[in-house]
């Protein structure tokens, strides 16, 4: 293996996981936009589009159908968790919103936990996602669902930008996410455009879950928290409420971390996390805003 | 529109007592008064910002009191507030582009079929957010960054956003805050033009004389919350209590 495929191999392996940073990134961005709420349960909506897929497809659903019907879980949940969690506290201090989250992620997997246990489940990826493919003479491999999370993200976020610069509603999301009273006085009908952010970011979160589960091969109550906690890494890099910021995010941390594993020597790069956070604190002293939003203090 | 009796009181202070005006269709009024005499507390009841403690406010022979802002800008209430609150991020023509879709709705069914409806709906809004562009001179900036624009260019263009949601009232909240004297006389000239086009009445508060004095047919001057008097320019020019007010003694 020459050190240019070495280098090729680990920026396949860089915009894969940075594609699924950066879409659980964008949906938190989503919902703190319009809100200003930072979602912990959106990790948990994650999981409840994997755990759709694992158990229609475990039940002989075609997986393409389980793929769509996991995704719609996902939105679904989404929806609820705003309507009866979020919806009765909007008005309420910023602190009673933040720990309402958390109390709704802690509600969701223990109750995921009741349920399944929390020991790992088989996640049926057909062969066909399995297949492994060599360039280069096997230099370079990567399986076809690294491919797919890649095209997927690609897709889905093309959407997305469309979506919010080209629709009405999208550009009322973004006028709400700006100014929530001026967005009331020029007639926006807010509760609808919050209800759609949360069915928009948590179909995001459902796919990102299904890809997540489908590369580590497993699901699990809890599998939400650590993309959750990458994914806030990620938009607060951006810009926290930004959706360019949490894509771009998203990407940077995919490719730091991918990149402090392959080329930093194993005695270090053991503390690839620690690494990743250090980075964070560094960078926010210099751009307290994230990379998008310079001269925006975060306030969470 | 007419507010009958209205008090409003914040933790015992008495922001706004006993306020009452009626308003005739197509008139341009001027609220004035020192700073903390209740102007802008009458936009926000008005407005459904905030609720009166007692008192009516009625809108063509219906009571507004206790309506969500949308709904009471739906029944035809604009307004623009002291200071820019424009959407920074978004393009000028979006700014007006997302409050002419009040009146030309699509729902999520018709951004994904595009039907006819659609298409007359869409275009209609846009038809609307023109007209309203190039009546405010904004027409060449239509693509810019809100944000980025002069703030004369700002003020202006949160009017035409007030106008795009089809009012038959319009607030303005300090319109020529922070304006020249020559930009305050362009000011005026297009307010009238509004009012003159599209038949909507305009309440206007303002700390500055020569825009309200120039502009309104009648005034209305408030301070510590209560109204002191009422009447044309020359009448509210010569009020003795107008005069303490302002000035501090007779």
Avoid at chain 2, 47 to 66: A, K, W
């Amino acid at each position: 293996m020459t050190q240019l495929d070495y280098i090729l191999q680990q920026i396949v392996n860089a915009v894969s996981l940075g594609s699924l940073y950066a879409l659980v990134a964008v949906g938190l961005s989503i919902v703190f936009g319009v809100l200003k709420l930072t979602n912990f349960a959106h990790g948990d909506v994650m999981m409840v589009g994997a755990f759709g897929v694992a158990l229609l497809a475990g039940a002989g659903v075609p997986f393409p159908v389980a793929v769509i019907c996991g995704i719609a879980a996902a939105a679904v949940a989404g929806l609820l968790i705003e309507r009866i969690a979020y919806r009765p506290i909007r008005d309420a201090p910023d602190v009673a919103r933040l720990l309402t989250s958390l109390a709704v992620t802690y509600i969701i997997e223990n109750v995921g936990i009741l349920v399944f246990t929390s020991s790992p489940r088989n996640f049926p990826l057909p062969d066909i996602l399995n297949t492994s493919w060599e360039v280069s003479n096997g230099a370079i491999t990567f399986t076809s669902i690294n491919l797919l999370t890649i095209a997927l993200t690609f897709v889905s976020l093309l959407l997305l930008g469309w979506f919010i610069t080209r629709t009405t509603t999208g550009l009322g999301m973004r006028a709400a996410a700006e100014d929530m009273s001026a967005a009331h006085l020029v007639g926006l009908n807010v509760n609808r455009l919050i209800i759609v952010a949360f069915i928009v970011a948590s179909a995001y979160a459902g796919l990102a879950g299904i890809l997540w589960a489908a590369q580590a091969g497993v699901v699990q109550p809890q599998m939400g928290f650590t993309p959750l906690l990458k994914a806030f890494v990620a938009a607060i890099i951006g810009g926290f409420g930004s959706i360019a910021g949490a894509l771009v995010g998203g990407y940077i941390l995919g490719a730091l971390e991918i990149f402090i594993v392959a080329f930093l020597p194993s005695s270090v790069s053991s503390y690839r996390d620690a690494i990743v956070f250090a980075v964070l604190i560094a960078f926010l002293l210099v751009r307290p805003g994230g990379l998008l939003q310079p001269n925006r203090e975060i306030k969470l | 529109m007419r507010t009958v009796g209205l008090t409003k009181a914040f933790r015992g202070l008495v922001a706004l007592r006993d306020h009452s005006i009626e308003l005739h269709e197509g008139e341009i009024v001027g609220v004035i008064g020192p700073n903390g005499s209740g102007k802008s507390t009458l936009f926000n009841l008005i407005t459904g910002f905030s609720q009166p403690n007692s008192g009516s406010i009625e809108m063509e022979g219906r009571s507004i009191v206790g309506l969500r802002t949308s709904q009471i800008v739906a029944m035809g209430i604009a307004r623009t507030f002291q200071g820019s609150r424009l959407f920074g991020s978004l393009s000028v023509a979006q700014n007006v582009l997302t409050a002419a879709q009040l009146r030309h709705p699509v729902g999520s069914a018709d951004t994904v079929l595009r039907g006819r409806r659609y298409r007359e709906r869409v275009a209609a809004t846009r038809q609307k957010a023109d007209e309203l562009l190039d009546l405010m001179g904004l027409t060449g900036q239509a693509g810019r960054v809100a944000a980025d624009l002069p703030y004369g260019d700002q003020r202006r263009l949160e009017i035409a956003r007030a106008l795009a949601t089809g009012p038959r009232l319009l607030l303005l909240d300090e319109p020529a805050a922070g304006l020249d004297s020559n930009e305050t006389k362009v000011l005026a000239a297009l307010i009238r033009t509004i009012r003159d086009r599209y038949g909507v009445t305009v309440v206007v508060v303002e700390h500055d004389m020569d825009l309200i004095m120039a502009l309104c047919e009648r005034i209305q001057v408030l301070a510590t919350g209560e109204v002191i008097c009422v009447g044309t320019p020359e009448q509210v020019r010569e009020h003795p209590k107008v005069r303490e007010a302002y000035l501090g003694h007779a």
